[in-house]
């Protein structure tokens, strides 16, 4: 003869197998009860879009740089610091805030190796910068400071003129983003979408420049300033993101 379990012995079985009762009772006693619903599946949509404008650079960067050599390091460095003070003094009088700023850039003192693998020696270099819209004033200061040479030339676009690019353009490139979801939208048969994630991004790139960076050797004892010519940078507004189509 079969004995129907009682419900207090259900309990001490699963207790003793370590199994949550809670649940596992809710099992054993409600057996018809419907599973829980599952979350509808969304289909997510990955998708970028961009826009673009070419504008002329007016923003020039231009180092200059001093090199040393000597027995000892605290020998170089003083050297370096001797060049930097003087071409401070001529210059820093002449700055005007977003026509000519000077700032000094890199310095590196470090030992100078000979055959045998021994130091024989230290060299080390300096740099200034001056940088602004004043290309004329910039290139006619660089030449006066004659114990620095021209190390590198950069063209850019100011901030104020990059921010007001950007500005131009980023509403083109939502424009576009939207226009490519709602196409992508319609092609994969669904009936709109919604904004999962966005990013916006900017970046500037050169497409031309007065002088590539080249070696001091070259540049060695301008007598007359360094020529320039401003090119154009492309700006550039990235959006990317993923949509739900519903």
């Known amino acids: 003869m079969t004995t129907k379990p009682t419900p207090a012995l259900a309990l001490a079985c699963l ?19 419907p599973p829980a619903a599952q979350a509808a599946p969304h289909q997510v949509l990955h998708l970028s879009a961009s826009a673009h404008t070419e504008v002329p650079q007016d923003w020039l960067v231009m180092t200059l740089a001093v090199q040393k050599e000597g027995l000892q390091a605290p020998a170089v460095q003083k ?8 071409a401070l003094a001529m210059a820093t009088p002449l700055a005007k ?7 000094t850039g890199e310095m590196d003192v470090s030992p100078r190796y000979g055959r045998e693998g021994k130091i024989n020696g230290w060299s080390g270099s300096a740099q200034l910068v001056l940088q602004g819209r004043d290309a004329v ?3 006619t200061l660089a030449a006066r400071l004659q114990e620095l040479t021209v190390a590198q030339i950069d063209w ?5 003129q990059k921010i007001a690019a950007e500005s131009r353009i980023q509403a083109e490139a939502v ?6 979801a709602q196409a992508l939208t319609q092609q994969f048969g669904f009936a709109a979408y919604t904004l999962r994630e966005v990013r916006v991004n900017a970046q500037e790139a050169q497409e031309g420049s007065a002088m590539p960076r080249m070696a001091m050797a070259q540049m060695a004892a301008a007598p007359a300033p360094t020529p320039t010519l401003a090119g154009k ?14």
């Open 79 to 86: 050297q370096l610091n001797a060049v930097l003070s003087a």
């Open 15 to 33: 207790l003793a197998i370590g199994l949550p009762w809670g649940s596992a009772l809710a099992q054993n006693l409600s057996p018809t009860s």
């Open 137 to 139: 004033q910039i290139a």
């Open 97 to 103: 805030p977003g026509a000519l700023d000077v700032s």
């Open 233 to 246: 940078s492309r700006v550039v507004v990235n959006i990317s993101g993923s949509i739900v189509l519903r």
């Open 175 to 180: 424009s576009r983003f939207q226009s490519k």
């Open 156 to 160: 850019q676009l100011s901030p104020e």
